[in-house]
């Protein structure tokens, strides 16, 4: 029996992840949305990589890696980035699936890690109220 997930898109089949892990969650949601991110091994790699591939016309995006500093709010399909910590040695990635910008709250929805959709709100100063998150990744 495989712990790897597999996913198959415009006829093609890519390797997600090791089963129930917040990377694989990730790379599966975004490769239904047409994009691609490299192979990593921990979370906090994701904040390392510099461009994806959209699969349709297999055109290199840039990544953009936005840190947590209250310029930007993050938009639906980033990838929250969460900082190495004793409980997160490896970090954690969780994908934003929806943004209230009227009541200041992102949604967003992970694997494994203190259940699954959570709402976290935006402090007046435009940060995202919790210190673990690093920032975000973006396709623009």
């Known amino acids: 029996m495989s712990f790897i997930n597999y996913i198959t898109h415009h006829g093609r089949v890519y390797p997600t992840g090791i089963r129930g892990q917040c990377v694989e969650f990730a790379r599966r949601w975004l490769i239904h949305r047409d994009i691609l991110f490299e192979n990593v091994e921990h979370a906090i790699e994701i904040w390392n990589i510099p461009s994806v591939l959209r699969l349709s016309d297999k055109q ?40 209230d910008h009227e009541k200041r709250l992102i949604h967003i929805d992970d694997r494994n890690w203190k259940g699954h959709s959570k709402i976290i709100p935006i402090l007046t100063n435009g940060q995202i109220d919790d210190p673990t998150i690093m920032g975000w990744k973006a396709v623009m």
Request: glycine share 10%; aromatic share 8%.
């Open 60 to 99: 290199v995006l840039p990544f953009h890696s936005i840190p947590n500093n209250g310029l930007y709010i993050p938009t639906i399909g980033s990838l929250l980035i969460y900082r190495q910590t004793n409980e997160l040695p490896h970090g954690h990635v969780a994908v934003v699936i929806g943004v």
